[in-house]
């Protein structure tokens, strides 16, 4: 993205001024140097000045960079939302427009049974990712304004995440997910929170490992918090990527050869809706591939 003509205008304005303090302080460095040296008020004054001035001008060159730094935060995340508008734009056309071949193809053919299912999956397969691409955009809305409030309830988080399982299993006809739990696990959350925590990191899974791999599922009591790790064999994250991960609009990668697609909304609505249950939610590398997202939430 081009810089804004503000911040040519700030560069432009900091570096006039540091020139002529600069050149300021060469002026008074030759006259304290002719001054006669008996007359020690004057060089005191002088002394002062430039005691002043350095002041000064540190505090100038520090709020510049300040400035600067905003500026260029502000910037990233203009083109984080450019991006994010063009990928939102072509991820909403493509199941729509996946819809409508799917019923035009039902309406001009007459095709056997096992196709008109086959094509009916697919239909409901794209509807499905519509569905859940408009309920992270109307969710990152909610969580951006503060919008949300915590319905808690006793959830048994095993059989909760046994059906969700059961979901993918159905709709992969393969068993893509394994889970490792204790047979029994009461946490109070949020349902539909929880929920979308789960689905939001085993589409993230999907997403860069595919269905070949296998997502282990662990759930794990540490007194009186439960832990819930999702891990996938996919690429991994580069370590410089890492700290940014959470941010809203942020995807890894550029946008030039980015090749999945995605909204950068799923991992920020997730650790917004970890935040909203006092939990934490964090990134590790899984040995020898792949990823690793550690979700921790009070019982």
């Not at 100038?60 to 960079?65: D, K, Q, V």
């Not at 083109?79 to 063009?86: E, G, K, R, S």
């Not at 996946?98 to 095709?111: F, S």
Request: proline letters at 3%.
């Amino acid at each position: 993205m081009k810089k804004s003509k503000s911040a040519y205008w700030l560069y432009f304005l900091g570096a006039y001024v540091i020139i002529q303090f600069i050149w300021w302080g060469y002026h008074l460095i030759q006259l304290s140097a002719n001054l006669p040296q008996e007359d020690a008020q004057l060089s005191k004054r002088i002394g002062m000045v430039f005691g002043e001035g350095a002041v000064f001008l540190f505090i100038l060159s520090f709020g510049i960079y300040r400035i600067r730094k905003s500026i260029s935060k502000e910037m990233a995340f203009q083109q984080q939302q450019q991006n994010f508008l063009l990928t939102i734009t072509h991820e909403l056309k493509t199941p729509i427009a996946a819809l409508k071949l799917y019923i035009q193809t039902l309406q001009k053919h007459n095709l056997p049974n096992d196709k008109k299912q086959s094509i009916l999956k697919g239909a409901l397969d794209e509807n499905e990712r519509l569905s859940q691409l408009i309920e992270n955009i109307l969710n990152a809305s909610k969580a951006e304004n503060k919008q949300f409030q915590l319905q808690k309830q006793a959830i048994e988080i095993v059989g909760f995440c046994q059906e969700i399982i059961e979901r993918y299993r159905a709709r992969y006809h393969q068993d893509v997910l394994a889970l490792s739990a204790p047979s029994k696990l009461i946490c109070h959350a949020d349902q539909q929170m929880l929920e979308a925590i789960l689905v939001n990191l085993i589409e993230n899974a999907l997403k860069y490992g595919g269905t070949a791999q296998q997502i282990q599922i662990a759930i794990e009591q540490l007194d009186r918090l439960v832990a819930i790790k999702i891990s996938d064999e996919g690429p991994g994250i580069e370590v410089n990527e890492q700290p940014h991960i959470f941010e809203k609009f942020y995807r890894v990668g550029s946008e030039e050869i980015r090749k999945k697609a995605g909204s950068g909304l799923g991992l920020f609505i997730v650790s917004e809706y970890v935040r909203l249950h006092n939990g934490s939610i964090r990134y590790l590398d899984n040995k020898p591939k792949g990823s690793i997202f550690e979700i921790i939430l009070p019982i």
